[in-house]
């Protein structure tokens, strides 16, 4: 396309130190500065009431920050009402106008905009061949599946070449097995029109799946920004760590700190070799982490860390077998064991060496 070798503004959205309170007391979003590129895909992922609703709602207009600005390509969007701000939305209840055709429903968005009908049926077209429902224009929503009424609505949001397409738990209405090929074609349309979207999900393979980048909030923060590799690999802090995927945790104390090793004494009086994140200091009290497949039974190679663990419960998964150990005192220790490897003597009760490195033993905050 035209613009391919054109320099994206890096601040397409910009959140830049919004606060937001509903009753004037307390703030359910605090101090976000969040900058999101022009046709990036980035997804707000938190627990429920974490704030990410109350995000979106403002960058589309329908709340106002308690304080601080929002800008759309460079320009403050305070005074501009929604239907001026060229957003697209889906939302879960977001619903479509249940006595308009699928025709009408796409067609609204352009009439709001004084489209010249010839001009309105070509985006119309187009809109639907991307979401795979040509010729389905006279149908009423009732006459769709589930699925295809999310289509519908997704194809709604994006008939007008809208500057950014908010996202609001779009898929949460639909089983696991549309909801993950909706997932697919939801990222391949953006791949191929390259619109900004700012998604929000509480599933967090949903947001792995689908982003260029995922904004992690707990608390009204974001607690980090990052690529989904590199928010799965490096977790900034224990939440994080704790949120996204498997994590293996022991608590303890640091004895010493030397470069990008430190030394952990468990609450079990073991010591480790960990990797310090957030730890500054001897004598801090932290929360180690350690991803499922970072940990290897019965290691061929040497390891910076190597102990007895003993089986405790093993789940046979196909590809891979998932066991759970009692290890350093923590009995809830995940492995997974592929099941291409050499085959071990796994029974409950059986007891192996297991090692790992210390560069993936993340020493965090003890929260
Ligand atoms: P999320 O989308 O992450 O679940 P929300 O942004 O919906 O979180 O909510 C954040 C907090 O703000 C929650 O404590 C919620 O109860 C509160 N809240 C959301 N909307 C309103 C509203 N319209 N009036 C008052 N409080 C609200
Ligand atoms: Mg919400």
Redesign the pocket.
């Known amino acids: 396309s035209p613009g391919e070798n054109m320099a994206k503004n890096k601040e397409f959205v910009k959140f830049d130190n919004v606060d937001k309170s509903?009753?004037g007391k307390?703030l359910?979003?605090k101090g976000l500065n969040l900058d999101i590129e022009e046709g990036e895909f980035v997804t707000?992922l938190?627990?429920?009431?974490?704030?990410?609703?109350?995000?979106l709602?403002m960058l589309a207009g329908f709340?106002t920050p308690t304080h601080g600005e929002i800008y759309l390509d460079g320009k403050v969007i305070s005074n501009i009402p929604p239907h001026k701000r060229g957003i697209g939305m889906v939302f879960q209840n977001y619903a479509l106008f249940p006595h308009m055709t699928v025709y009408e429903n796409l067609a609204f968005p352009l009439r709001v905009r004084k489209i010249p009908k010839d001009e309105a049926d070509k985006k119309i077209d187009k809109a639907l061949s991307m979401v795979s429902l040509h010729g389905f224009e006279a149908r009423m929503p009732m006459q769709l599946s589930g699925g295809q009424q999310q289509r519908v609505a997704v194809a709604r949001s994006l008939v007008f070449d809208p500057q950014v397409v908010l996202m609001?738990e779009p898929l949460g209405a639909l089983d696991k097995n549309l909801r993950e090929s909706m997932q697919y074609e939801i990222k391949h349309i953006h791949e191929s029109i390259g619109v900004t979207v700012v998604y929000?999900t509480?599933d967090q393979t949903e947001a792995l799946t689908m982003s260029n980048r995922i904004a992690v909030?707990n608390d009204?923060k974001v607690q980090q920004l990052s690529s989904p590799d590199e928010l799965y690999e490096q977790p900034v802090n224990s939440f994080v760590a704790e949120f996204i995927g498997e994590n293996n945790k022991f608590s303890g104390q640091v004895m010493d700190i030397s470069g990008d090793k430190c030394k952990v004494k468990l609450d079990n009086g073991t010591e480790i070799l960990a990797n310090p994140i957030t730890v500054k200091v001897k004598g801090e009290k932290t929360k180690v982490s350690l991803r499922p497949e970072r940990a290897i039974i019965d290691p061929k190679d040497k390891m910076d860390n190597n102990h007895k663990g003993k089986i405790e419960e093993i789940i046979y998964h196909g590809d891979h077998t998932r066991l759970r150990v009692d290890l350093l005192g923590n009995k809830e220790f995940i492995l997974k064991v592929p099941n291409s490897t050499a085959r071990l003597d796994l029974k409950k009760g059986n007891e192996f060496n297991i090692g790992w490195n210390s560069v993936d033993c993340r020493a965090l905050d003890p929260k």
């Open positions: 509903y009753d307390i359910v979003v707000m938190g627990p429920s009431g974490s704030g990410k609703t109350t995000c709602m709340e609001d929000v509480h909030f009204g």
